[in-house]
Nanobody, 123 residues
Protein backbone atom coordinates (compact mmCIF):
# COMPACT_ATOMS: atom_id res chain seq x y z
CA UNK A 1 0.00 0.00 0.00
CA UNK A 2 1.21 3.48 -0.88
CA UNK A 3 -0.15 6.83 0.24
CA UNK A 4 0.44 9.88 -1.93
CA UNK A 5 -0.32 13.46 -0.95
CA UNK A 6 -0.01 16.28 -3.47
CA UNK A 7 0.41 19.93 -2.55
CA UNK A 8 1.44 23.22 -4.09
CA UNK A 9 -1.48 23.93 -6.38
CA UNK A 10 -3.19 27.29 -6.56
CA UNK A 11 -4.21 30.22 -8.70
CA UNK A 12 -1.55 31.87 -10.86
CA UNK A 13 -1.53 34.27 -13.77
CA UNK A 14 -0.49 33.16 -17.22
CA UNK A 15 3.29 33.18 -17.52
CA UNK A 16 3.72 32.42 -13.84
CA UNK A 17 5.18 29.42 -12.06
CA UNK A 18 4.16 26.83 -9.49
CA UNK A 19 5.93 23.87 -7.93
CA UNK A 20 3.87 20.84 -7.04
CA UNK A 21 5.02 18.30 -4.48
CA UNK A 22 3.94 14.73 -3.93
CA UNK A 23 4.89 13.08 -0.65
CA UNK A 24 4.86 9.28 -0.59
CA UNK A 25 4.71 6.80 2.25
CA UNK A 26 4.04 3.13 2.74
CA UNK A 27 6.55 1.45 0.43
CA UNK A 28 10.13 1.89 -0.72
CA UNK A 29 9.78 5.10 -2.66
CA UNK A 30 13.21 4.86 -4.25
CA UNK A 31 12.21 1.66 -6.07
CA UNK A 32 9.25 3.21 -7.86
CA UNK A 33 9.02 5.21 -11.03
CA UNK A 34 6.57 8.08 -10.60
CA UNK A 35 4.31 10.06 -12.85
CA UNK A 36 2.29 13.26 -12.92
CA UNK A 37 -1.05 13.40 -14.70
CA UNK A 38 -3.70 16.08 -15.00
CA UNK A 39 -7.41 16.22 -15.63
CA UNK A 40 -9.29 19.26 -16.83
CA UNK A 41 -13.08 19.56 -16.49
CA UNK A 42 -14.91 17.26 -18.88
CA UNK A 43 -11.65 15.86 -20.23
CA UNK A 44 -9.85 12.58 -19.74
CA UNK A 45 -6.90 12.32 -17.42
CA UNK A 46 -3.71 12.87 -19.38
CA UNK A 47 -0.04 12.17 -18.90
CA UNK A 48 2.21 15.09 -17.98
CA UNK A 49 5.60 13.69 -16.97
CA UNK A 50 7.34 10.66 -15.49
CA UNK A 51 10.61 9.97 -13.74
CA UNK A 52 12.54 6.76 -13.17
CA UNK A 53 13.13 5.37 -9.70
CA UNK A 54 16.59 6.93 -9.36
CA UNK A 55 15.66 10.07 -11.28
CA UNK A 56 17.97 9.53 -14.22
CA UNK A 57 15.30 9.21 -16.91
CA UNK A 58 12.40 11.59 -17.47
CA UNK A 59 9.63 11.83 -20.06
CA UNK A 60 7.28 14.69 -20.83
CA UNK A 61 4.12 15.22 -22.78
CA UNK A 62 4.74 17.40 -25.82
CA UNK A 63 2.38 20.02 -24.42
CA UNK A 64 4.61 20.70 -21.40
CA UNK A 65 8.07 19.92 -22.77
CA UNK A 66 10.44 22.81 -22.13
CA UNK A 67 8.14 24.38 -19.53
CA UNK A 68 7.73 21.68 -16.85
CA UNK A 69 10.43 19.78 -14.99
CA UNK A 70 9.90 16.62 -12.96
CA UNK A 71 12.36 15.73 -10.24
CA UNK A 72 12.53 13.66 -7.08
CA UNK A 73 14.27 13.54 -3.72
CA UNK A 74 14.40 9.92 -2.57
CA UNK A 75 15.72 11.00 0.81
CA UNK A 76 12.47 12.91 1.36
CA UNK A 77 10.18 10.42 -0.44
CA UNK A 78 8.96 13.29 -2.59
CA UNK A 79 8.51 13.93 -6.30
CA UNK A 80 8.17 17.45 -7.67
CA UNK A 81 6.74 19.12 -10.74
CA UNK A 82 8.15 22.56 -11.47
CA UNK A 83 5.80 24.37 -13.83
CA UNK A 84 6.98 27.51 -15.59
CA UNK A 85 5.45 29.70 -18.28
CA UNK A 86 2.01 28.49 -17.29
CA UNK A 87 -0.85 28.83 -19.74
CA UNK A 88 -4.63 28.86 -19.17
CA UNK A 89 -4.79 25.46 -20.85
CA UNK A 90 -2.66 24.05 -18.03
CA UNK A 91 -5.63 24.51 -15.70
CA UNK A 92 -6.50 21.11 -14.25
CA UNK A 93 -6.35 18.91 -11.21
CA UNK A 94 -2.85 17.46 -11.04
CA UNK A 95 -2.25 13.95 -9.72
CA UNK A 96 0.87 12.01 -8.89
CA UNK A 97 0.97 8.24 -9.18
CA UNK A 98 3.26 5.27 -8.71
CA UNK A 99 4.17 3.34 -11.84
CA UNK A 100 3.45 -0.38 -11.81
CA UNK A 101 4.03 -1.78 -15.31
CA UNK A 102 3.45 -0.82 -18.89
CA UNK A 103 3.67 2.38 -20.85
CA UNK A 104 4.68 5.36 -18.70
CA UNK A 105 2.10 7.58 -20.39
CA UNK A 106 -0.82 5.24 -19.79
CA UNK A 107 -3.01 5.81 -16.71
CA UNK A 108 -3.59 2.06 -16.40
CA UNK A 109 0.13 1.51 -15.83
CA UNK A 110 -0.04 3.28 -12.48
CA UNK A 111 -1.11 1.58 -9.28
CA UNK A 112 -1.55 4.24 -6.61
CA UNK A 113 -2.83 7.78 -6.97
CA UNK A 114 -2.98 10.84 -4.81
CA UNK A 115 -6.09 12.92 -4.26
CA UNK A 116 -4.97 15.67 -6.62
CA UNK A 117 -4.22 19.36 -6.32
CA UNK A 118 -5.98 22.09 -8.30
CA UNK A 119 -3.96 24.36 -10.57
CA UNK A 120 -5.78 27.32 -12.10
CA UNK A 121 -4.07 29.63 -14.59
CA UNK A 122 -5.82 32.89 -15.32
CA UNK A 123 -5.39 34.76 -18.59
Amino acid sequence: QVQLVESGGGLVQAGGSLRLSCAASGRTFSNMAMGWFRQAPEKEREFVASISSKGSVTYYADSVKGRFTISRDNGKNTVYLQMNSLKPEDTAVYYCATHSSGSLSYTGAYAYWGQGTQVTVSS
